[in-house]
């Protein structure tokens, strides 16, 4: 198929012979052909782009789904959980963190680790402290004793850590009640075997005083003047 482009006017005729017809034809099927090819490239990218869109979409979704159920195990877990970056700023807290610390969601996100627990923040970033126990002031004032486990979190991305912490503060109180009352049965021991010490030879002279009486009282008169 070949394209002509066709373009017609009217002239005078140099030689006096009236008016002419003044055709220009000129052959454009390569600019037809490159007009074609330019739009199918267009509907091709156009196709790409849905199709790329509609990965990304699905992409996203599969993201949000995944970052909903980590979020549903993390908040499931009843120890506190904090996600800590590079910089040693807090990304993420489960629902125990919140509830623990007293403090939204919101107000510790972006903090620095070192806000949350000031005794053993930087030793955990430092990874100096694999496993110890700190004191945590919740937002009311009240302090708690924790039990905490950092860990690094694996992956190729930037370098984040998982800090654990585990309230222990009734099982140290427990401790001290049983640990008090270990204390008290070994001091009533004590006091029994002393009290036992004691009372033997009080026993053995009460016994012998008592046989004396009863051998005097059975001795004749006559035998006690002479």
Excluded at 185 to 210: Q, Y
Aim: hydrophobic content about 40%; some cysteine; aromatic content about 2%.
């Amino acid at each position: 198929v070949r394209w002509h482009a066709l373009q017609a006017r009217v002239t005078n005729d140099p030689g006096g012979g009236g008016q002419a017809l003044l055709i220009n034809e000129q052959n454009i099927s390569r600019l037809k052909e490159a007009q074609g090819e330019l739009m199918r490239a267009r509907e091709e990218l156009e196709d790409r782009v849905r199709a790329r869109t509609a990965e990304l979409s699905a992409a996203a979704t599969t993201l949000e789904r995944g970052r909903s159920f980590v979020d549903a195990i993390l908040d499931t877990v009843a120890s506190m959980v904090v996600v800590v970056d590079g910089e040693g700023r807090i990304v993420r807290v489960n629902r125990a963190a919140v509830e623990l610390s007293g403090y939204a969601e919101r107000a510790l996100v972006g903090e620095e680790l070192t806000t949350l627990l000031p005794a053993a923040g930087q030793p955990v970033l430092d990874g100096s402290a694999e496993g110890c126990e700190t004191t945590l002031v919740k937002a009311s004032g009240e302090q708690r004793l924790l039990s905490l486990t950092p860990a690094p979190l694996p992956g190729d991305g930037p370098q984040h850590l998982i800090v654990t912490g585990v309230d222990i503060t009734e099982q140290r109180e427990l401790q001290l009640r049983l640990q008090m009352s270990d204390r008290l049965v070994t001091l009533g021991t004590l006091a029994a075997g002393v009290a036992h010490d004691i009372n033997n030879p009080l026993a053995f002279a009460r016994t012998n005083l008592e046989l004396l009486g009863e051998e005097l009282q059975a001795a004749a008169p006559d035998d006690l003047l002479g």
